[in-house]
């Protein structure tokens, strides 16, 4: 080793001798000093967590009451799910690296073939689809995923003692997507239905399922966290519950049980971008699935109530705009006519912020809430207009499933065929008069809508406006000409938040804030 690098290896060693020798030195007048002052009592800090759970006695009770689902696919024509799934992709074989992250459903082992495009119907191979399922009464009743049995013609039922049953299909919510089977058999084991309302973030959970056709395997994991929404399926009514608890393909329909073998959840999703768990799990409350279990008994199908309003979350700049203190609360950004919302004198800009005293700090909160109540209930709704907290009653009419939901996707397809009616204005926005088949196309009244020409100011353009979006009102005022948007927009100011009612893709409507800046 060359000398130059044997010293500087050395320096550090003389010179934490040094430094010890310096401490040695005053050791004695240091512990003479300590000696001499008042000691403190030290309280220790209480034990949060103390060893780790065993949950043998746990899986020995609740175990002979969960059962493997094999759901045999036919040929009959059906419509691939519009739900839960990217585009071009299906939701039996989501194994490209390449699609953005998702909720997932699974299936076992040779699950069933990829189906055609969603929406269009889908002549399928003959396939198997595989879950868990759980029963919860001795007479027969199972509960599993509606996505395990979806387009099923016959349904097999394999209990804990191996002995197998053909199951009759009572009923399914493909919006729960929640499953209720029955099977000619009594004295069977049944799980206890616990309470999902009080599952906290950090409780300890249980699940168990079929992952890859090997059965009755246990997993155990935390409550991350509750009330979640699925952004990525059509599932507003379902707030979810979150879990580390390790998923997989096969685990859809099991049990998410509680430290005392109660049934909170139903697993159904994994949150991926490579089809395999990473780390978070979803499944549907089992307050939601029993409310659902009840209807499907009774009826054999499930309804819901439904305001009629079309939401959005609430951001900064919306806040602001409004003379809010904070972003909390659905914003209301269309009232269907003749719903219960537009009955009740509910408007376009309106906050909600509380339905029946339940607070709604986010959009996601409000259909969870509206949809667990049966159509005809009378509810009470706080909000929020021009500043001022008002209170209105509503009437829920019943949902209707085919209705379009909140704004959803971005407009490509519109493109201006003629020049634009006016001159850019204040935001930067070059409006264009609509003609009577655009606004048919568009599902529009007359004199209703400006088509967007152009976006010239980056304000505008950052807000996410863009040619082929459609303004519907600046704030609460109606527009239907580039001349009266330029009306409503002549006395903004920079620095002064303006809200634009927007459509665009699939007919849905959003506020976008669009804040104008000096030149």
Do not use: C
Request: neutral net charge; proline residues 7%.
């Amino acid at each position: 080793m060359p000398a130059a690098t044997r010293t500087s290896a050395v320096r550090p060693v003389v010179l934490s001798t040094a430094l010890a020798l310096a401490i040695g030195g005053s050791v004695g007048w240091y512990s003479s000093s300590v000696a001499a002052m008042p000691q403190q009592a030290v309280t220790p800090a209480p034990q949060l967590v103390v060893g780790l759970p065993d949950f043998t006695h746990l899986v020995d009770e609740v175990g002979p009451a969960v059962v493997s689902v094999e759901a045999e696919i036919g040929s009959k024509p059906r419509v691939a799910p519009q739900r839960g799934i990217a585009p071009g992709q299906s939701p039996q074989m989501p194994d490209d690296d390449q699609i953005p992250e998702f909720f997932r459903r699974f299936f076992g082992p040779g699950g069933m073939p990829m189906p055609g495009q969603p929406g269009q119907p889908d002549a399928r191979p003959r396939g198997v689809s595989q879950g868990t399922g759980f029963i919860i009464s001795s007479d027969g009743y199972v509960l599993t995923n509606h996505h395990v049995i979806d387009g099923a013609d016959s349904v097999r039922i394999r209990l804990a003692d191996r002995r197998e049953f053909t199951a009759k299909v009572v009923g399914s919510d493909e919006q729960s997507d929640v499953a209720l089977l029955k099977i000619a058999a009594t004295g069977l084991p049944s799980l206890r239905i616990g309470d999902s309302k009080t599952l906290k973030s950090g409780q300890w959970v249980v699940a168990i399922g079929s992952p890859f056709g090997l059965d009755h395997s246990v997993t155990a994991g935390i409550v991350s966290a509750v009330g979640r929404a699925n952004p990525y399926a059509d599932q507003r009514y379902v707030p979810f519950i979150q879990t580390d608890v390790a998923i997989n393909r096969g685990n859809s329909g099991g049990p998410l049980l509680d430290t005392r073998g109660q049934v909170v959840g139903i697993n159904s999703q994994i949150f991926s971008n490579s089809g395999g768990y990473m780390g978070v799990s979803f499944a549907i409350p089992i307050d939601v699935a029993m409310n659902a279990v009840e209807q499907l008994k009774a009826t054999g199908k499930v309804t819901r109530g439904q305001l009629g309003v079309q939401i959005q979350p609430m951001s900064r700049e919306a806040a602001k705009a409004l003379g809010l203190s904070g972003p909390s609360g659905a914003l209301v950004a269309g009232v269907e006519p003749g719903s219960a919302a537009q009955k009740a004198g509910i408007q376009r800009q309106d906050v909600i912020s509380r339905v029946n005293g339940q607070p709604i700090n986010d959009s996601s909160d409000l259909p969870p809430i509206i949809g667990a109540m049966a159509p005809g209930t009378k509810v009470t709704v706080e909000l929020i207009r021009d500043g001022k907290p008002r209170t209105v009653t509503a009437v829920l009419s019943q949902l209707d499933e085919r209705g379009a939901s909140a704004f959803s996707g971005d407009r490509d397809d519109a493109t201006p065929g003629k020049a634009a009616a006016a001159q850019a204005n204040a935001l930067g926005i070059v409006g264009e008069d609509l003609d009577d088949a655009q606004r048919r196309q568009l599902g529009l009244q007359a004199r209703e809508g400006v088509l967007i020409a152009r976006v010239e100011s980056m304000a505008a353009r950052e807000a996410g406006l863009r040619p082929g979006d459609v303004i519907l009102a600046v704030g609460r005022n109606d527009v239907g000409s580039a001349g009266a948007l330029n009306t409503q927009l002549r006395g903004a100011k920079a620095g002064q938040a303006l809200m634009l009612l927007v459509r665009r893709g699939g007919g849905g409507t959003q506020y976008v804030t669009v804040t104008p800046t000096k030149d």
